[in-house]
Structures are given as structure tokens and as C-alpha cells.
């Protein structure tokens, strides 16, 4: 399915989201978790601005990819990696949507691997097979939705309990004392060469590391029983973030730096998809009443700001009418081959993209988000 034309009359996020369909399709779609997150931002639109078109789009793309007993293809549970957890959101909305049993089958095949995934000593799940007793901020969106969603529609009270455990986990290991920030990973061994030899966390505040976090608290609460003790833990993570947030926002173009603390350093500059993370997380706290109402005043109005600062420096309109994102890191981790050390010189220097995943997802998630306040 392609959509020649994109309609300049349309909200942004329908704009940006036609321009997506029309550059990509069935044969180019990947079980990856960047995939998961732009083709779950597109159907949750399509359900929100009632376009079933969107989410016929989506449909036909989990269709090439889910077979009929609910194998996904190119899924490969032993790696234990919660990347591939996160294009298990989109299953479960297919199958209110469409009552297929194979995607319900397919979400029992990820929740399985959770329960296999190893853990730290202190029971966070492991980034990775191959990243042992490391738990990084990314890895809290790949599973903490999913997890919770599950516990929700087809687990049990108790799943709860460890959703939250994740969560306060990584935040109690991970939080700067000083800039109430979050580093980008912790290594419980203490053996990486990028972990602090005695907190065991990456020396730097990476946006996007922080966004995806944000992300997760935020869309976890659409699952957890809102009066629970396991909200209240969440929303109280929440709120310490708050104030971190709007004190490294950029205060010229309303966005976030790559680097979050050192803005005004050569070399570092305003990421994309880590601002569209959290303009989303920032309108959807002050949507769930997770602030005060004057608190929640100052979150939609540094929001505002920083989403017309997306749309003016970092959005770009070609002569066909398709939106394009600019200034997304392509991708940024630790340790591996060649060796990541999560210095500032390294997160600086990462390639930069035009229409990544990871930034499109999140801006037409913030755009959804935006567009709710005129409403």
C-alpha cells in the first residue's frame, strides 16, 4: 500500500506518518524494534484518527512476518534480548483489532522469553545475552509496556510487582545525585570498561538512553491499575524526572542534546528523537494527572516549545509534499565489537540520520500527543 500524496491540510502526525507508508513497505520490514515502534505509532494513529487504512497498513505488515501458529520470522529466542521484545506492542492491538490467534500465540512466545531472560543478582533482566548483568535505560520501553500490557490482559496481579521492580531498579542504580539525570546503563559485575569502577554506571547521559526510558514509564501506566501502590511508584519516578528535564532543555530551540548536560560543548548538538521522546512523555504525564496542575503547566508549556522547535529546525518538507526528520543519532551503545566506551567523543560522533525509526515513531507519537491539546 502506497499514499502518492501527502495532504498538507492533514495534522502533522498524519502527514508524517503517510510520508512513512509511502517509503516503506511489506518487503522491507524487519522484526527489529525500531520496526515495531514506527508501525505501533502508525496503527495507534490510525485507531485515534479512525483511518482503518493505517491500520490495514500494519496488519499487512505483521502479516509477512507472523506465521500461522504464531512463529515470527527472523525471531531468535535464545539471544534473550529485549530489542526483540518491543514489535510484540503492535501483536496485541492486531488481535483486538482482528481476533487472529496467531498473534495472540506469537505474544506467548515473547512473554516466554522473559521468563527465561537472565537476570541480575538484584533481578533486573539483562539487556542482552551477550551484555551479562548489564541493565540498560533502553531496554525498560523494549519490555516494560509489553511486560505490563501482558499482566493486564492475559497474566496475573503478581507481573505487576515486577514490572515495578525494573523500573525502580534501574532508576535507584543509574540516578545522578547531582543532576537527577540517568546514565545510560549499569554493569552490575563492575567489569566493563565503560562502568564506573565503583557505581558500576556508563560515564554519560545519553538523550535518546533517557527518552526510551521516559517513554516506557509513561505507556507502562496505560496498563497498571491506576490506583495501585505499582502506579504510585511509577508516577513518583516520574516526577523526579521532571525537573531534570527542564533544566537541560535548550533554552534557544526548546530541544534536547545528544549529550543532555553539556549543550554548550563543541561537538554536541540537539537530537532529534530523544526531543520527540520526551515532548511525548512530557504532554502524556501532564494528560494522566501525573503532576501537580501548576506542574503540570510548566511540562505542557516547555513541551509546546520544544515541538515547535522540531517542526522548525528539524523538520523538512520535499517538493512531493512528504515530511523528512533530521538530526537523529542513527544508534548509540556500549561495549561490544568494535569497543563502545560511552565517552563523550564517542556519543558525538555516532552517524546522523534522516527518517530513522527511532526518531519517526516517536515524533508522530508526540505529534499525536500535541495534537490532543487542541482538542
Given at each position: 500500500?502506497?499514499?502518492?500524496?501527502?495532504?498538507?491540510?492533514?495534522?502533522?502526525?498524519?502527514?508524517?506518518?503517510?510520508?512513512?507508508?509511502?517509503?516503506?513497505?511489506?518487503?522491507?520490514v524487519?522484526?527489529?524494534?525500531?520496526?515495531?515502534?514506527?508501525?505501533?505509532?502508525?496503527?495507534l494513529?490510525?485507531?485515534?484518527?479512525?483511518?482503518?487504512?493505517?491500520?490495514?497498513?500494519?496488519?499487512?505488515?505483521?502479516?509477512?512476518?507472523?506465521?500461522?501458529?504464531?512463529?515470527?520470522?527472523?525471531?531468535?529466542?535464545?539471544?534473550?534480548n529485549?530489542?526483540?521484545?518491543?514489535?510484540?506492542?503492535?501483536?496485541?492491538?492486531?488481535?483486538?483489532?482482528?481476533?487472529?490467534?496467531?498473534?495472540?500465540?506469537?505474544?506467548?512466545?515473547?512473554?516466554?522469553?522473559?521468563?527465561?531472560?537472565?537476570?541480575?543478582?538484584?533481578?533486573?533482566?539483562?539487556?542482552?545475552?551477550i551484555?551479562?548483568?548489564?541493565?540498560?535505560?533502553?531496554?525498560?520501553?523494549?519490555?516494560?509496556?509489553?511486560?505490563a500490557?501482558?499482566?493486564?490482559?492475559?497474566?496475573?496481579?503478581?507481573?505487576?510487582?515486577?514490572?515495578?521492580?525494573?523500573?525502580s531498579?534501574?532508576?535507584?542504580?543509574?540516578?545522578?545525585?547531582?543532576?537527577?539525570?540517568?546514565?545510560?546503563?549499569?554493569?552490575?559485575?563492575?567489569?566493563?570498561?565503560?562502568?564506573?569502577?565503583?557505581?558500576?554506571?556508563?560515564?554519560h547521559?545519553?538523550?535518546?538512553?533517557?527518552?526510551?526510558?521516559?517513554?516506557?514509564?509513561?505507556?507502562?501506566?496505560?496498563?497498571?491499575?491506576?490506583a495501585?501502590?505499582?502506579?504510585?511508584?511509577?508516577?513518583a519516578?516520574?516526577?523526579?524526572?521532571?525537573?531534570?528535564?527542564?533544566?537541560?532543555?535548550?533554552?534557544e530551540?526548546?530541544?534536547?542534546?545528544?549529550?543532555?548536560?553539556?549543550?554548550?560543548?563543541?561537538?554536541?548538538?540537539?537530537?532529534s528523537?530523544?526531543?520527540?521522546?520526551?515532548?511525548h512523555?512530557?504532554?502524556?504525564?501532564?494528560?494522566?494527572?501525573?503532576?501537580?496542575?501548576?506542574?503540570?503547566?510548566?511540562?505542557?508549556?516547555?513541551?509546546?516549545?520544544?515541538?515547535?522547535?522540531?517542526?522548525?529546525?528539524?523538520?523538512?518538507?520535499?517538493?512531493?509534499?512528504?515530511?523528512?526528520?533530521?538530526?537523529?543519532?542513527?544508534?548509540?551503545?556500549?561495549?561490544?565489537?568494535?569497543?563502545?566506551d560511552?565517552s563523550?567523543?564517542?556519543?558525538?560522533?555516532?552517524?546522523?540520520?534522516?527518517?530513522?525509526?527511532?526518531?519517526?515513531?516517536?515524533?508522530i507519537?508526540?505529534?499525536?500527543?500535541?495534537?490532543?491539546?487542541?482538542?
Open positions: 500500500m502506497a499514499l502518492a500524496e501527502i495532504n498538507p491540510s492533514l495534522p502533522v502526525s498524519r502527514r508524517m506518518a503517510e510520508s512513512v507508508i509511502s517509503r516503506y513497505g511489506p518487503r522491507q524487519q522484526w527489529h524494534y525500531e520496526h515495531g515502534l514506527v508501525l505501533q505509532s502508525i496503527f494513529l490510525g485507531q485515534e484518527a479512525k483511518q482503518d487504512n493505517y491500520c490495514r497498513y500494519v496488519k499487512e505488515m505483521y502479516d509477512s512476518m507472523i506465521g500461522i501458529s504464531g512463529e515470527i520470522r527472523a525471531y531468535r529466542e535464545g539471544e534473550y529485549l530489542d526483540q521484545i518491543n514489535p510484540g506492542k503492535t501483536l496485541f492491538l492486531l488481535y483486538a483489532a482482528y481476533g487472529e490467534e496467531k498473534y495472540r500465540k506469537a505474544v506467548e512466545k515473547l512473554r516466554e522469553q522473559l521468563r527465561c531472560q537472565p537476570r541480575t543478582k538484584s533481578g533486573g533482566f539483562w539487556h542482552k545475552q551484555y551479562p548483568w548489564q541493565m540498560w535505560l533502553d531496554g525498560l520501553y523494549m519490555q516494560g509496556p509489553f511486560y500490557q501482558y499482566a493486564k490482559e492475559f497474566g496475573n496481579s503478581a507481573d505487576f510487582e515486577d514490572v515495578t521492580r525494573q523500573f531498579l534501574v532508576e535507584s542504580k543509574t540516578r545522578d545525585e547531582k543532576t537527577g539525570l540517568l546514565y545510560h546503563a549499569w554493569d552490575e559485575s563492575l567489569s566493563q570498561k565503560w562502568a564506573n569502577p565503583v557505581t558500576g554506571c556508563s560515564p547521559f545519553w538523550g535518546r538512553a533517557l527518552g526510551w526510558y521516559c517513554m516506557a514509564l509513561a505507556d507502562a501506566l496505560d496498563f497498571i491499575p491506576p495501585s501502590e505499582h502506579a504510585e511508584t511509577l508516577k519516578i516520574a516526577k523526579r524526572l521532571f525537573a531534570p528535564l527542564l533544566k537541560y532543555q535548550d533554552a530551540s526548546g530541544l534536547w542534546f545528544q549529550v543532555l548536560d553539556r549543550g554548550g560543548e563543541p561537538g554536541n548538538y540537539t537530537e528523537s530523544a526531543s520527540s521522546m520526551f515532548v512523555f512530557l504532554l502524556k504525564m501532564a494528560r494522566l494527572k501525573a503532576a501537580s496542575d501548576n506542574e503540570s503547566e510548566l511540562l505542557v508549556n516547555a513541551a509546546k516549545k520544544a515541538y515547535q522547535g522540531l517542526l522548525k529546525n528539524k523538520i523538512l518538507e520535499d517538493p512531493s509534499g512528504e515530511l523528512h526528520l533530521t538530526g537523529i543519532c542513527k544508534v548509540a551503545g556500549l561495549g561490544g565489537e568494535p569497543y563502545r560511552g563523550f567523543e564517542y556519543y558525538v560522533n555516532e552517524p546522523r540520520a534522516v527518517d530513522d525509526f527511532k526518531g519517526a515513531g516517536p515524533f507519537l508526540a505529534s499525536m500527543e500535541y495534537e490532543k491539546l487542541s482538542r
